[in-house]
């Protein structure tokens, strides 16, 4: 609002106020004096800060409105959907988190057979294949039996990456390429597979002896008295 504009604002609202005065008054010989009050001035300036309110309001509404019809005209073609709880989250929680890969170029050509076969059974796993491809049925069949098949797939894509793929995790000897082209995943040898499975064997004979043992013991070791 420019200055000529608070002028005319002024002068009507304090003429409103004049002919307010001159109707509570009695006619007289200085009724048509022109006089204003303190009070008089404060309501004038009450009613300039009003208007200038209203008119910077007014001004953001318009230009709210115009940003908006501005977005609008360029995404008239851009589908806008609802927002899901992936959106809300960030992330989405039903989804399986895929497993990593490996960058091809940094896989010794030695072990790029295996890399495939590894890549194609975290496919299944993931359910982007419908159909088992035949050069991993076997190792399909063998890997779903684990207790973390996804797991087995990422520390063999691991072991490719830091250089360790192939070698048997007890022996510390190379795993037989043979062996290898059946179970990409594979951690051990063949010996080491044997003398895996026997650790584990040992460890159920143990935990067997030691759960019954006590009570063997109370019954017919030292501490068995035969009544007299």
Not at 16 to 29: C, G
Not at 38 to 54: F, G, K, S, W, Y
Not at 95 to 120: G, N
Request: aromatic share 8%.
């Amino acid at each position: 609002m420019n200055r000529v504009e608070n002028v005319k604002n002024d002068t009507h609202v304090l003429l409103n106020v004049l002919k307010s005065r001159k109707k509570q008054t009695n006619t007289s010989a200085n009724a048509d004096a022109i006089y204003f009050s303190m009070e008089d001035v404060r309501r004038v300036l009450i009613e300039r800060e009003n208007e200038q309110r209203e008119q910077e309001n007014r001004i953001k509404i318009q230009n709210k409105q115009k940003l908006i019809e501005k977005v609008l005209h360029e995404n008239k073609n851009t589908v806008v959907s609802a927002a899901g709880i992936a959106d809300i989250l960030g992330f989405d929680p039903v989804r399986r988190t895929s497993t990593f890969s490996v960058d091809r170029e940094k896989i010794p050509a030695q072990y790029e057979q295996y890399y495939t076969k590894l890549l194609q059974l975290q496919e299944v796993l993931e359910k982007k294949l419908s159909t088992i491809p035949t050069e991993i049925e076997f190792a399909w069949s063998l890997l779903k039996k684990e207790m973390d098949p996804g797991k087995e797939v990422r520390d063999a894509l691991n072991r490719i990456r830091n250089g360790s793929y192939g070698v048997c995790e007890i022996t510390g000897e190379p795993i037989a390429k043979e062996r290898l082209e059946a179970v990409p995943f594979a951690r051990y040898s063949l010996k080491g597979q044997q003398m895996f499975e026997r650790q584990i064997t040992l460890k159920k004979e143990k935990q067997t002896s030691s759960l019954f043992g006590d009570e063997t013991e109370d019954v017919f070791g030292e501490n068995y008295e035969e009544e007299e």
